[in-house]
């Protein structure tokens, strides 16, 4: 018997990273899975994004679990084609219960100011789309998820320090937070839950692309993944350089199941203790 046997999952940005990592663990766990992506670059953001390909390839590493899954390519900007993918998704698998609103780009670098509006409208409006796009489907005891990322509760983003995009990243992550909080009190009464996670550096092609080696390794010109391990490493007091996928979607599973029956509201941060350094202590009174 899995956690989640009889639920279905949609998920955002599922062709590959982290989404295809939640896709994978949730039908592990009984899940099927509606699988959305956008399959197609943007121009702002400077390494390529997901294919229709990886898609279908995310399909069959849940199949292979034994799950259904349906997919589409869906734009998170778009509100309709998340209403449309959604909503054939559950006539086909029978109903939503857990959201996963992950889909998310960082567009860092010299980039044209474009990309702190391209970051806010993938990143922050994606999510709140995704979220308006499945709540006519949900009911009680519903999950919804949010990806964040440390950097929401990090201080020094502003554009001197990422350029256009970059700053767009973080406010859009913060505004994640935010969205997630009030949206976990808002439908509380309803006992759907809504929580948030977030990741520090994940071992994704998010951080393994140029412009990202580029931020830690200022110094060099072209600098390569051997070079920027250290770098990245700075970032946690754990010493390592970035977490694996699996280990977010471990967070996302017991989000998604009834082990957090009554947790709502709640900034999980799975960043090797990287926020620390940015966040006070709570001293018990």
Request: contains cysteine; negative net charge.
């Amino acid at each position: 018997m899995g956690k989640l046997d009889g639920k279905v999952a949609v998920i955002t940005g599922a062709a590959r990273g982290q989404g295809r990592s939640h896709a994978i663990a949730l039908a592990a766990e009984g899940a099927d899975i509606i699988a959305l992506d956008i399959c197609a670059d943007i121009e702002t953001n400077q390494y390529p994004l997901a294919s229709e390909g990886d898609l279908e390839e995310t399909r069959l590493f849940v199949e292979k679990e034994n799950r259904r899954c349906i997919t589409a390519v869906a734009d998170v900007r778009d509100p309709s084609q998340l209403r449309s993918a959604i909503a054939a998704g559950v006539e086909q698998l029978g109903g939503l219960h857990i959201v996963v609103a992950n889909a998310g780009i960082c567009p860092l670098g010299d980039v044209p100011r474009q990309a702190f509006l391209d970051a806010v409208d993938v990143d922050l409006v994606g999510v709140i789309n995704t979220v308006s796009a499945a709540y006519p489907h949900l009911s009680a005891g519903a999950s919804i998820i949010a990806t964040g990322s440390v950097a929401a509760l990090m201080k020094g983003s502003g554009t001197d320090v990422l350029g256009a995009g970059g700053f767009g990243y973080s406010h859009a992550k913060r505004a994640v937070a935010t969205f997630v909080h009030d949206a976990a009190l808002a439908l509380a009464p309803e006992s759907i839950r809504v929580n948030c996670v977030h990741p520090t550096n994940c071992n994704t092609d998010m951080l393994h692309s140029d412009p990202m080696y580029k931020v830690f390794r200022p110094d060099l010109e072209s600098p390569h993944r051997d070079d920027v391990v250290a770098a990245f490493a700075t970032n946690q007091p754990i010493p390592v350089p970035w977490v694996e996928p699996e280990q977010i979607s471990n967070a996302v599973l017991y989000l998604a199941s009834d082990d957090s029956q009554y947790v709502t509201g709640l900034q999980l941060k799975v960043d090797a203790g990287a926020a620390l350094k940015h966040t006070e202590a709570y001293a018990l009174r």
